[in-house]
């Protein structure tokens, strides 16, 4: 698949098996974070790569969706703010290199046959419950990894017209 349709055929999920991902699929995946471009090649984030066998409850508390807790995994990409660029200005670019590595992460998931949902509406209280995550690491985004159990939508997007500007 070339990437052109790679783009066109990568949807959220919102159904998912239950069937095991591959670790050689899940460390592509986990691959494609690690080369993302970030600001000023700093890389200040770690994924949490979470079970969810045995944790629907607490993970429907993250995200109160049940499909969220339907794949065999979920990945968080967390920041670490003190490693993140800083513009002159004082405006960190932490928010936007955790979004740059999940694009990696879900493009390279698409292409591997694995469904995901891009998550920034989470529950931080219950996130940080069951992340654990030590001081100065904060969760940015969630997705669920696994095996699609339903078939995409029609994509509606705006036309060019609408977002693009020639000066």
């Not at 200040?44 to 049940?66: D, M, N, S």
């Given at each position: 698949?070339?990437?052109?349709?790679?783009?066109?055929?990568?949807?959220?999920?919102?159904?998912?098996?239950?069937?095991?991902?591959?670790?050689?699929?899940?460390?592509?995946?986990?691959?494609?974070?690690?080369?993302?471009?970030?600001?000023?090649?700093?890389q200040?984030?770690?994924?949490?790569?979470?079970?969810?066998?045995?944790?629907?409850?607490?993970?429907?508390?993250?995200?109160?969706?049940?499909?969220?807790?339907?794949?065999p995994?979920?990945?968080?990409?967390?920041?670490?703010?003190?490693?993140?660029w800083?513009?002159?200005?004082?405006?960190?670019?932490?928010?936007?290199?955790?979004?740059?590595?999940?694009?990696?992460?879900?493009?390279?998931?698409?292409?591997?046959?694995?469904?995901?949902?891009?998550?920034?509406?989470?529950?931080?209280?219950?996130?940080?419950?069951?992340?654990?995550?030590?001081?100065?690491?904060?969760?940015?985004?969630?997705?669920?990894?696994?095996?699609?159990?339903?078939?995409?939508?029609?994509?509606?997007?705006?036309?060019?017209?609408?977002?693009?500007?020639?000066?």
């Open positions: 698949m070339n990437f052109s349709e790679l783009i066109r055929s990568r949807y959220s999920v919102r159904a998912y098996s239950s069937d095991a991902v591959e670790q050689e699929k899940l460390q592509m995946v986990l691959e494609a974070a690690r080369l993302a471009p970030t600001a000023a090649n700093r200040p984030f770690q994924v949490y790569v979470v079970k969810t066998a045995g944790r629907a409850e607490q993970l429907r508390r993250v995200y109160h969706r049940e499909w969220f807790s339907q794949p995994l979920v990945l968080c990409v967390c920041g670490l703010p003190d490693q993140a800083v513009r002159g200005d004082g405006r960190s670019y932490l928010a936007v290199d955790a979004a740059i590595v999940m694009d990696h992460m879900i493009l390279a998931a698409a292409e591997l046959g694995l469904g995901t949902c891009w998550i920034a509406n989470f529950n931080l209280a219950a996130a940080l419950e069951l992340l654990h995550l030590p001081k100065g690491v904060e969760p940015i985004l969630f997705t669920p990894l696994g095996y699609p159990a339903d078939q995409p939508a029609p994509k509606e997007r705006k036309p060019l017209s609408d977002l693009v500007r020639y000066l």
